[in-house]
């Protein structure tokens, strides 16, 4: 191993030991707080543009497998590590954790104290930022940094869309996606409910999503500033009140945008699968798989949401009512569309990786498509 470090944009510094791909890279640093899952998490197409640095001081125990992806490349820019293991002695490996980011050329550095790191961020902010050899000086490096560009206003969704529509046959309802970035296990969730799906480009239009002919419309997750897909949120606005509509965690955010709602920021986002949320019209408390960024603003454009009682905004389409709370920080969770068939959540139900407390809701939201 050859000696590398992380530098954050604001100047900190992090050293180690490069461990996998070589050469530079920059991207917006973030956190993941599961103890399971890197294989899942850094093949996400949610994490496009990111460098993940794992919470759990243990990475690569299980090695590698084809089950476990979750698109099909890697989609994370770097990793950053405690502890890295490139064990494959497990029954369901099919290879080395560090030898596949080196196939797959993505960078990767152990050795770092990563709860400082963690602590950083969490008090700063995700910000960009970088792993180098350490024979690059910190101020070639910092310039590097600053030519990353912000995730604030950054559509990645072009970069994992797939060029053109996938097909799925099946016997049940025809689910037709909206392609920002969607996961496998979401796509292997709606093909066990036995789903006819459908996923097209992000760029597809209304008019193409109709000619369709969808019993549901699904709005996938993915990377990037919501706030820079007005060319989605325009088409989905359009198909609002046409046909239902569902969406998961980009997916959420699109929707509560096209019928009116604002998005914003989150200081260090949410990554992980340890995250409680309270499913309001139940009253039950799942333990949920986050992956995001930004959030819905409350109905008086506020971060989270104070009040114990129901909570609801006054769209362009009719009340949307609260339908899920973050308990870590009351952040909005997921709606309910009363007045046109409409409903989100915005952690992963699908979890890939993470607990499985939530996958009812793709049973509800298919009752959408028979309402």
Known sequence: MNAGYVLLEDGTRFDGELCAGDGAVTGEVVFNTAMTGYQEAVTDPSYAGQIITFTYPLIGNYGVSAEAMESDRVQARAVIMRDAHNGEDVASAEGGWLDWLADNGIPAISGVDTRALVRHIRDGGAMRGGIFPAELSEAGAGQRIAAE???AGADLARDVTPSE??????????????????KLSIVRQLRERDCRLTLLPCTASAASVLAEDPDLVFLANGPGDPAALDYVVDNVRELVGKRPLFGICLGHQLLCRAVGLQTYKLPFGHRGANHPVKDLETGRIDITSQNHGFAVSGPGGEPG????EPVRWETDFGTAELSHLNLYDRTVEGLVL????????QYHPEAGPGPHDARYLFDRFLELAAA
């Not at 529509?165 to 969607?182: K, M, S």
């Not at 949401?305 to 114990?308: F, K, L, M, S, W």
């Open 305 to 308: 949401i104070e009040a114990d």
């Open 149 to 151: 560009p912000a995730m």
């Open 165 to 182: 529509p996938l097909r799925f046959e099946g016997d049940g309802p025809h689910v037709v996606g909206i392609d920002t970035g969607i």
């Open 338 to 345: 009363r007045d046109v068939p409409g409903a989100t959540v």
